[in-house]
């Protein structure tokens, strides 16, 4: 991966069951081998999370951010708070997410959603937490706005940045990083590419015909914008959910969650066939565990996006090898393997073949990609078209073998 490129990582599971030592070995070690960078745990400032989960991410290769998604304390509460973002960074967090869409009427029921305070009374509340996670290491993280929201998210965050230019919080201010919720609202990808300057039209809560706005998977593009604005530079974002519908899942008009995450990352690893492009300040990309449950139904599974996340991997080497370069393998058997284990009618298929060729065996996708040939024995739903064709993209000769004994037999007396 190039060393501009957003780092990329998972929002866990909120339920205690995922946390358990088997669920939570299998997710880890799958991050780890999809090259993944950061992991969000959700936060409540009442409870910590165990100490073992950071120790494990770590062990992982996993940076641990904390999303703290309820209400921030007030400052009379401070003292609690701060021992709290006390034990996580000695535990190994670097980022903390203080808040989540403050500029909803959920969120501003404390301040009895009253527009003229609504902003200091969160400033309030957001300095102290702020200014104590800079003074111990910690890298305070702007709440993320809902796109649109009750009060307009730009216009919230622009004046969030300004009262803290107005109060002259510059400690916060050279560390912030800011959020953005990569919500697609059933729009394509590009919907809002370019921000304000590319549609200078668009005002709040109106959008002119042949304009876009921030109501998209491009939010990122605008809250940049209002940084800029205000600040005269770009603060580093961190997009969360990316590819999530919106608020509320509602898949009416949406393209299948597979078809955008293969999108998705393709963009951030700079891989040709992607049409998204990432600013250098988009500093990470995290997709939300619960979300793609809940999109992909029952095709959720570490399997599942195994295909997407670590397949982008094979293509993104690929990109970098030189066209000259020889591939780590040289013939790959791919082989389907079920729950209740390798079928051995299935061997006997395939042990002429073997004997004859001496291939490497195996049952992975991503380990093909690796082989100049991989021949493959049938199933069509273990190994679907674009499975095979991300193969060839990869540069493999693929064949398929018939799925009798006998033809397999017969092929190989030819």
Known sequence: MANNSPKIGFSYFASPEYFLDRPLNAWLSAFKRWRCSILVLTGDFDLAISED??????????????HFKTALPTARSLNDTALLLDVYKKWGVSHVILGDQPNTKQEGVIAKWHYETLVDNYLDRFIPLANHAVRIGLTPVMAPMQPGGDYWDCAFLELILAGLKRRKMDEILNTLVLTSYGFTYNKPLTWGEGGPERWPSTQPYFTPQG????????????????????????????????????????????????VNLEQIVAGLRHLEQSE???????????FGLE??????????????????????DVREEKSALDENSQKRLSHYLLLPAYSSGVSDVM?????PLIKKFQPTV?????????????????????????????????????EILPDSGIEIATYLQE
């Not at 979300?291 to 982008?312: H, K, N, P, V, W």
């Not at 061997?347 to 042990?351: A, D, M, S």
């Open 53 to 66: 989960v950071f120790l494990r991410a770590q062990e992982n290769g996993l940076d641990p951010v904390v």
């Open 276 to 286: 998204l492009n990432f600013t250098e300040s988009v500093f990470a990309c995290t």
């Open 291 to 312: 979300t793609l449950q809940a999109m992909m139904g029952q095709g959720f599974s570490i399997e599942s996006l195994g295909r997407i996340f670590q397949m982008a």
């Open 362 to 398: 195996g049952f992975s996708l991503e380990e093909a990609a690796c082989a100049s040939k991989v021949t493959i024995f049938p199933d069509p739903i273990l190994f679907k078209e674009e499975h095979i064709n991300e193969l060839r993209k990869a540069g493999c000769q693929v």
């Open 347 to 351: 061997l006997n298929k395939v042990r």
């Open 211 to 258: 304009q876009e706005d921030q109501v998209g998977f491009h939010n990122f593009d605008w809250v940049q914008a209002a940084s800029q604005r205000v600040l005269g530079d770009k603060l580093p974002v961190i997009i969360l959910d990316a590819g999530r519908p919106g608020p509320t899942i509602d898949m009416y008009g949406e393209e299948p969650i597979e």
